[in-house]
């Protein structure tokens, strides 16, 4: 019956600095605005991040959720080059047998991941 993930909402209550963040720092290619709502999308290969001021839609805001997993072939470098345009990140690289992650926040407070797998799954 489920087929994919077509997105996950990132809620803001900061537009403009949203998008900023996702475009310009994280440099994640823009796609599709939502009108004169301040809803954006940003796609990352293969999922695609709404970031929504959530009560702009007449929905509650919520507060940041789960963490989003972004893959990058290099970890540290992804690190590096993100702590280049001001990134703080919680704690060292985490090598967890299987993959490697360092952990982030955007400036919404929704917990993001850097994310590599370099053992095959299974």
Same mark, same amino acid.
């Given at each position: 019956?489920?087929?994919?993930?077509?997105?996950?909402?990132?809620?803001?209550?900061?537009?403009?600095?949203?998008?900023?963040?996702?475009?310009?720092?994280?440099?994640?290619?823009?796609?599709?605005?939502?009108?004169?709502?301040? $809803?954006?999308? @940003?796609?990352?290969?293969? =999922?695609?991040?709404? &970031?929504?001021?959530?009560?702009? +839609?007449?929905? *509650?805001? %919520?507060?940041?959720?789960?963490?989003?997993?972004?893959?990058?072939?290099?970890?540290?470098?992804?690190?590096?080059?993100?702590?280049?345009? $001001?990134?703080? @990140?919680?704690?060292?690289? =985490?090598?967890?047998? &299987?993959?490697?992650?360092?952990? +982030?926040?955007? *400036?919404? %407070?929704?917990?993001?991941?850097?994310?590599?797998?370099?053992?095959?799954?299974?």
């Amino acid at each position: 019956m489920i087929t994919g993930t077509d997105f996950v909402v990132v809620p803001t209550k900061d537009f403009d600095r949203a998008v900023a963040f996702y475009g310009d720092t994280l440099g994640l290619k823009a796609g599709q605005r939502y009108g004169d709502h301040p $809803g954006a999308e @940003f796609e990352t290969g293969n =999922l695609t991040l709404a &970031v929504m001021d959530l009560e702009a +839609f007449g929905a *509650p805001a %919520g507060g940041p959720g789960a963490p989003i997993a972004l893959r990058v072939d290099d970890v540290a470098a992804a690190r590096a080059a993100l702590e280049g345009k $001001g990134v703080a @990140f919680r704690g060292d690289i =985490l090598d967890s047998g &299987v993959c490697h992650q360092a952990f +982030f926040a955007d *400036p919404d %407070g929704n917990p993001l991941i850097l994310h590599h797998r370099y053992a095959p799954r299974g």
